[in-house]
């Protein structure tokens, strides 16, 4: 019994892992071998006007704005203006820009403060906006009615009084990168563009490159990486998350003014090397820094916690009011050295899970049947003592030999599965958090492969005693006049114990699909 029932558990356990490999895409990544060089290590702006303005030139004067949108809509935002002792502003007019929000932020209250008001010091007028929420939600969003809306942003700013109207430029952040393209093209009038963190990649190949840097950091086992291109490629359940597959670069090649990407060493959410190579493919009089230690938001860690990299508001004021001269002057690229590790590349789509409205489908359906499955068991059991108590005789029951292995199979093949989601739960955590916890990743992922066995093996052991029985997994009650009762409690057996049989197997092969099954760690 106990060889057939290891040889049965390896061609169950082969089974599934051969089901996983072949049922949907692996991940394979390509490295990068050849890295960006840069032409010095210091950030500082080549080509700078002689007394172009610092941060800390002016005192900045803070005003709350409403601006107004199309169908009578508005949103608030924060404008910010350099101003002398006396109260005045800089002599001449001067470079205004409009922020655009990333991801994260909503809010003028809550964004750019640092950035905005370190370049209104230095003599430019900047102004953010709050992001219009109503039509925008995890879900659902467009990027090209964004830029209709931040447009009038723009136009706000040109009328502001000491603001050049044709020197107004954007600066965005992260999302809003992919946001900015779309409104230089929109108004050839716009002047430049700051891109902060720019993705440059569309949001499904951002989101897997980003993912799969996490993991690497959180020193998952090798094992966990192929949920990436089934997680991130799959059609979401529900729908919606139709601009996961934004491409920005034809904006970016039909756009005309300077640009200067930024990026932080330390973001490992972004193709650092891979977006400043297609930006500088795409886009003409690209200028790219690189801040050492520098995370998404271009803030460094210190004592007092995270503030804005030290030389980023001065380069990035030496860049706007040097302009045009600074738009071509050399060094292109410059800073601390980026390392990107592989390429941010197209996901492959899931074959078997690829809509995740039927991935929801299968999992309740296997749900419903291990419910299903114990009720109707139980409820013949409970049938068939009443009916002994009644006539002396034994009801319909399981055969002998296959309730431990059927309960063992069932609450297997559950408890897996919510192991597999609250391992894969607590290691988005850790990654999210950029933090290592041995115990959680690796112990977790061997927990969960674990109970899998256990479950396999449960299994095996099932199957070989229904091969014993030959298949007869009831064992009818004796002749009598209720044996037509009898017969209905056999139907019932019979129909709860293959329910419970067929949801744990979906459930199986949903963990093999998933990798909890495949070979190795």
């Known amino acids: 019994m106990f060889f057939r029932t290891v040889a049965a558990s390896a061609v169950i356990l082969v089974a599934l892992a051969i089901t996983g490999a072949v049922a949907g895409p692996a991940w394979e990544p390509e490295p990068v071998t050849a890295h960006l060089r840069l032409g010095s290590e210091s950030t500082a702006i080549g080509g700078t006007s002689a007394g172009a303005g610092e941060p800390g030139d002016y005192e ?73 929420l109503d039509n925008y939600s995890t879900r659902h969003r467009d990027y090209e009615a964004m830029a209709r809306d931040y447009e009038h942003s723009v136009g706000f700013l040109r009328d502001v009084p000491g603001v050049d109207p044709d020197d107004v430029g954007l600066y965005a952040e992260s999302e809003g990168a992919w946001v900015s393209p779309v409104m230089m093209v929109n108004d050839p009038r716009l002047a430049f563009q700051i891109l902060v963190s720019a993705p440059v990649v569309p949001p499904r190949q951002q989101a897997a490159y980003a993912v799969d840097n996490y993991l690497r950091n959180t020193d998952v086992p090798a094992g966990v990486f192929r949920a990436i291109p089934r997680a991130v490629g799959m059609k979401v359940p529900g729908g919606g998350f139709e601009y996961a597959d934004f491409d920005v670069r034809p904006w970016l090649r039909e756009q005309q003014d300077p640009i200067l990407a930024v990026f932080g060493t330390n973001d490992a959410s972004m193709p650092l090397e891979q977006g400043t190579r297609e930006l500088i493919a795409d886009a003409d009089d690209v200028t790219v820094r690189f801040y050492e230690r520098a995370n998404h938001g271009i803030n460094v860690e210190t004592p007092q916690g995270l503030v804005l990299h030290p030389d980023f508001a001065t380069d990035v004021a030496d860049w706007v009011l040097g302009l045009p001269g600074t738009a071509s002057a050399a060094p292109q690229i410059a800073g601390a050295q980026p390392r990107q590790l592989y390429l941010a590349a197209p996901v492959p789509q899931p074959q078997w899970y690829g809509d995740g409205d039927w991935l929801v489908g299968v999992v309740i359906t296997a749900g419903a049947l291990l419910v299903a499955g114990p009720l109707l068991v139980g409820g013949a059991a409970l ?136 070979l190795g760690i």
């Open 60 to 132: 900045v004067r803070e005003t709350a704005v409403t601006i107004p949108l199309a169908d009578g809509l508005e949103v608030g935002g924060l404008l910010r203006e350099p101003v002398d002792a006396d109260g005045s502003g800089p002599d001449a007019e001067h470079p205004g820009i409009v922020f655009i929000h990333g991801a994260g932020t909503g809010k003028a209250v809550d964004a750019f403060t640092l950035a905005a008001t370190a370049l209104a010091s230095a003599g430019i007028t900047t102004l953010v906006p709050d992001k219009r």
């Open 383 to 518: 049938a068939g003592s009443l009916a002994r108590r009644r006539s002396g005789r034994l009801g319909a029951r399981l055969a002998p030999g296959l309730r431990g292995p059927l309960a063992g199979l069932g609450v297997g093949a559950v408890v897996t599965t919510a192991g597999l989601v609250v391992y894969l739960a607590a290691v988005a955590r850790l990654a999210l958090d950029y933090e290592r916890n041995a115990l959680v990743v690796q112990g977790g992922w061997i927990a969960v492969r674990l109970l899998g066995i256990v479950t396999v093996v449960a299994a095996a052991l099932l199957l070989n005693r229904v091969r014993d029985l030959r298949g007869r997994v009831v064992q009818p009650a004796g002749v009598g006049p209720e044996t037509h009762r009898h017969g209905a409690a056999v139907v019932v057996l019979r129909t709860g114990f293959w329910a419970i049989v067929l949801g744990a197997t979906v459930l199986l092969v949903t963990l093999a699909y998933w990798g909890a099954y495949q």
